[in-house]
């Protein structure tokens, strides 16, 4: 009978580790199956770029059945498990309750925004960790520029044009100076708006922005950011998020109706359910080969997963997709040797060879082993790794197109919030004799002002 490899999760690490079983596993020896809540692995390094409209959402994505030929996917939830009995519970797409068996286990249930108890910030902040959140804030900076420019009064105008960006790692970062850049380009458009002028607020806990890299190359990107014209505030926290305004640790209150999440991570809540011993911050306690601490059989990597940082001993692996992946590789190897299908269980022992931060208009900064770079090389160097990491030939080819027409065209601004989700049949009639029809297509604003209702609405838009 042929053995069983479940994987839980198939983002970096589970599609790596499915496609890399896929390679080394005879074609019989073993049924592998993925479970997954989408049919697609999102390539979050470039979830910026489909936030300002660089790149078409759909090609930010790795559809799973296109790139792995004898895994078997399942969509569903990972509801949690029972490493006794050795089965994994799965809520299907389609809303049953089943167990799937396994001989060998790997959890790659990655991460979730890591959030702080701030008053007023889940109802009105908005995360940048999936891509219903890059594309709802894409429309809402578009929807905010058309209610901006329909008011007089630029004092009302104001919170519309305002944005802050909590949390200055790389991702929020990247996802800042993107945003800001296709906000400088498109407000040419909204002639009102473009004589207020807009305003965008970088806030970071510590005292300087992306503790991840050499304080040389973060201090380059922060001159890179000021010179752009956003500001920056180190060592200042977020203390009160409400519908029209924030407050500062400085005391300080900012007008503002977009405020941008990107403050870490913490590891899926579903890890929790795994009946698996966890660290303090949640994470699965592995040794370095990635098995999980106490069971034989199951294994853990990625976000998720407290994998010892072979560069840093007595700390985890960092929560990027650089260490996810090569640990899928890595722990692939490692379950095809326990099955008997050659090789031995080994450690993980990757040490980042680099980080790229891509800043947009040509500008980035990155460190490859002792080399630094910045500006146009590091920029170009970004977009060629990323070229070259993207599985399928099909992508790669229509990232350069999507990069090349961007060089030469300017972005879209059409808000396409209501997109997939059509109105009933009915509902437009309905609507007419209620009198309340909107016909311009953005995403009404309520009549009273309640923008959090509507920033609700938008990021399940
Ligand atoms: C905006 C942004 C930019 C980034 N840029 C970089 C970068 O430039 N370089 C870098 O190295 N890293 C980057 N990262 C970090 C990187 O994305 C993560 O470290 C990496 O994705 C972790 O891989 P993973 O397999 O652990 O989790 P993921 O890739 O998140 O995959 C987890 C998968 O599990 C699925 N899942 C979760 N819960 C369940 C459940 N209960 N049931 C079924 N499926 C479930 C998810 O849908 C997902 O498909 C970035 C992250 C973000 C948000």
């Not at 949690?80 to 396994?102: K, Q, W």
């Not at 203390?239 to 977009?258: H, K």
Request: hydrophobic residues 40%; contains cysteine; glycine residues 10%.
């Amino acid at each position: 009978m042929a053995w069983s490899v479940v994987i839980a999760g198939g983002g970096f690490g589970g599609y790596y580790a499915a496609r890399t079983l896929e390679r080394i596993l005879p074609a019989h020896a073993a049924r592998v199956t993925l479970v997954n809540d989408v049919n697609f692995m999102l390539y979050t390094p470039l979830l910026p770029g489909a936030a300002a409209g660089t790149l078409e959402p759909r090609h930010v994505v790795v559809p799973l059945r296109e790139e792995l030929d004898r895994t078997d996917l399942r969509l569903g939830r990972v509801t949690g498990a029972d490493p006794d009995r050795n089965v994994l519970g799965v809520r299907t797409i389609e809303g049953h309750d089943e167990e799937l068996r396994y001989d060998q286990l790997i959890v790659a249930l990655g991460s979730v925004s890591r959030t702080f108890p701030v008053p007023g910030l889940a109802e009105h902040a908005i995360g940048f960790k999936t891509l219903p959140e890059a594309i709802a804030l894409r429309n809402q900076i578009i929807g905010h520029l058309e209610r901006a420019e329909t008011l007089d009064d630029p004092a009302a105008r104001e919170g519309y044009l305002t944005y802050v960006f909590v949390g200055a790692g790389y991702a929020g970062v990247e996802a800042l100076a993107e945003l800001q850049d296709f906000m400088g380009e498109i407000i040419e458009l909204y002639p009102r708006c473009r004589t207020q002028g807009m305003r965008f607020v970088l806030v970071e806990a510590r005292d300087r922005i992306m503790g991840e890299i050499d304080a040389d190359l973060a201090a380059f990107a922060a001159r890179e950011l000021r010179g752009r014209g956003i500001e920056i505030r180190t060592s200042t926290t977020l203390e009160e998020v409400a519908a029209e305004q924030v407050r500062l640790s400085t005391g300080e209150t900012i007008p503002c109706r977009c405020v941008v999440w990107t403050a870490g991570v913490k590891p899926h809540p579903t890890v929790a359910n795994l009946g698996l011993p966890l660290d303090e911050t949640g994470r699965i306690r592995t040794s370095t080969a990635m098995r999980v601490v106490g069971h034989r059989n199951v294994w853990a990597i990625g976000d998720a997963a407290a994998v010892p940082d072979p560069a840093h001993p007595g700390r985890p692996s960092p929560p990027t997709a650089q260490h996810a992946l090569r640990q899928g590789r890595r722990v692939a190897q490692n379950v095809a040797a326990e099955l008997g299908a050659g090789g031995r269980v080994r450690p993980f022992t990757y040490k980042t060879l680099g980080a790229f931060v891509d800043m947009g208009r040509c500008q980035a900064v990155a460190r490859t082993g002792p080399f630094k770079w910045r500006g146009f090389p590091a920029w170009l160097m970004a977009r060629t790794y990323h070229l070259a990491l993207m599985p399928g030939v099909k992508r790669r080819y229509r990232l350069l197109v999507d990069w090349n027409v961007d060089l030469l065209f300017p972005r879209d601004t059409s808000e396409l919030g209501q997109l997939g989700h059509p109105e009933r049949l009915d509902e437009g009639f309905q609507a007419m004799t209620a009198g309340g029809t909107s016909t311009d297509g953005l995403t009404p604003e309520t009549a009273d002002g309640d923008a959090a209702a509507t920033r609700a609405r938008d990021r399940t838009a």
